[in-house]
């Protein structure tokens, strides 16, 4: 894995880790000779997989990298490169520390002026070196100057360091009880397989031995090692706990979402929280007290209802919401307006009526040489006057409720137009009978 640091600019990044639990040797499919690069020593098949886990920081004026343990690895090479930050990126990775037996590099090294330093660690055995890793175009990263072999044994017990199974503490006899590839001596958890040696908490127990809640999860699956309510495969409850281990917390409770509770006047926002007991959720907010209802175009008692008592005449309209004569049914706001004198509509004018004329009849008798037009308007009768034109005013016919004209002319006029002394207008073919 890729680390870089600059003299003036160092900062920490810490990938977040996860729980991927690496098969231990007594689960992993033993290679035959023939594919076995170390066929002598059993904790060794093949060279190293890639570094995934490692931590940059910043400690003052130096640098402090760290990485996981990984399968097979007991000695790490660490190198680093320069990389102008003007020139664009290549790697140069130049051995810095060969065959380390610690996971962790103190560097109080900084770049020249314009420069900045790069790292990357890659474990080491009998069977070589393994990968620095590809680069983002997917070749391998080049080794600019490649770490020598040391052939150290740290521990002076006889075994090299790389295939000690602890390069530090003397162990000729390399006992390794659960054959993770970690001696006994120095194995964090000597009765299960954990060849990474992950142990989150740094109490020296190692998580695949560590079940501190006694709740039949080992550390390194038990999100929360310390609470027995919470492991993998818990009933989920809402309190704010990831009680399965899922990487979800409360999830099909719906909280931390927008909520309303009441109704008119009553109702309040708030937001979805846990319950008491964690058994269900709720809102955050409590309804408010309703109040007496008064005429204010609000449910001030909280029922659902608008001003109920205040409609006198039933329309759905109260004074307080714009009705302007509450015990008139048919006047209200949005009421059709007709020309009565009065407001209909209650916006604030009197017989604000568009008029339409509508010619309803027009006939020719050739026998009699007799036409014969007849029409309507919505303005009030006498208010207007409406005419043929071209063949006079026409005269209002009560038995009929229509407008009427009759005369003679000597040819049919083959359409018809009446007007209005009030603007409107309409035409008709006229039809021989």
């Known amino acids: ?33 023939g594919l076995d690069c170390a066929p002598l020593v059993y904790s060794v098949s093949h060279s190293p997989v890639e570094v995934s886990e490692s931590v940059l920081q910043s400690v003052g004026t130096t640098l402090r990298i760290t990485w996981s343990l990984i399968p097979e690895t007991n000695v790490y090479n660490l190198y680093r490169g320069q990389v102008s930050i003007n020139s664009g990126w290549a790697f140069q990775s130049v051995c810095l520390t060969a065959e380390s037996t610690s996971t962790s590099l103190v560097d109080v090294a900084n770049p020249p002026p314009g420069y900045l330093y790069y790292y ?13 890793g590809t680069g983002t175009g997917g070749s391998i990263r080049p080794e600019a100057q490649p770490c020598a072999p040391q052939n150290r044994d740290s521990d002076l017990d006889s075994v090299p360091d790389l295939t000690d199974n602890c390069p530090l503490s003397g162990n000729a006899g ?66 704010l706990k990831d009680n399965d281990c899922d990487g979800a ?37 409590s309804p408010g007290a309703p109040a007496t209802e008064v005429c204010n175009g609000i449910d001030d008692d909280c029922d659902g209802a608008v001003d109920e008592g205040f409609d006198q005449d039933g329309d759905g309209y109260t004074s307080c919401a714009g009705d302007c004569a509450d015990s008139v049914a048919s006047v209200h706001p949005g009421a059709v307006e007709v020309f009565n004198g009065v407001d209909d509509n209650c916006n604030n004018i009197i017989d604000d009526v568009i008029e339409q004329v509508v010619v309803t009849l027009a006939t020719y008798q050739s026998s009699s040489s007799k036409l014969t037009v007849e029409a309507t308007t919505n303005y009030p009768v006498g208010s207007v006057t409406l005419t043929v034109v071209g063949f006079g ?26 007007t209005s002394t009030a603007g409107g207008s309409a035409s008709r073919t006229v039809t021989p009978i």
């Not at 003299?7 to 000779?33: F, G, K, N, V």
């Not at 990357?120 to 070196?129: T, V």
């Not at 099909?252 to 929280?273: D, E």
């Not at 009929?400 to 009446?418: D, I, Q, W």
Request: glycine content about 10%; proline content about 6%.
């Open 1 to 33: 894995m890729a680390h870089y640091g600059h003299a003036q600019t160092r900062t920490t990044r810490a990938p977040i880790p996860t729980l991927t639990r690496i098969r231990p040797w007594s689960e992993q499919s033993i290679p035959t000779d």
């Open 120 to 132: 990357l660690q890659a474990g080491s055995n009998l069977c070589g070196e393994g990968t620095l």
């Open 174 to 239: 390399q006992a390794d009880a659960d054959r993770d590839g970690r001696g006994d001596i120095c194995d964090n958890c000597v009765a299960l397989p954990n060849p990474t040696q992950t142990d989150k908490d740094s109490n020296g127990i190692g998580d695949a031995c560590q079940d501190l809640d006694h709740d039949g999860f080992a550390a390194d699956v038990d999100c929360r090692d310390d609470d027995a309510t919470v492991h993998p495969g818990a009933t989920e409850t809402c309190d």
């Open 249 to 285: 917390v409360d999830e099909g409770f719906g909280t931390g979402v927008a909520c309303t509770v009441g109704v008119g006047a009553c109702q309040r926002s708030g937001t979805v929280i846990c319950s008491a007991g964690g058994s269900s959720s709720t809102c955050s907010v």
């Open 393 to 418: 005013p026409m005269t209002w016919v009560p038995s009929a409720s229509v407008y009427r004209l009759s005369v003679t002319t000597s040819t049919n006029p083959g359409s018809v137009t009446v």
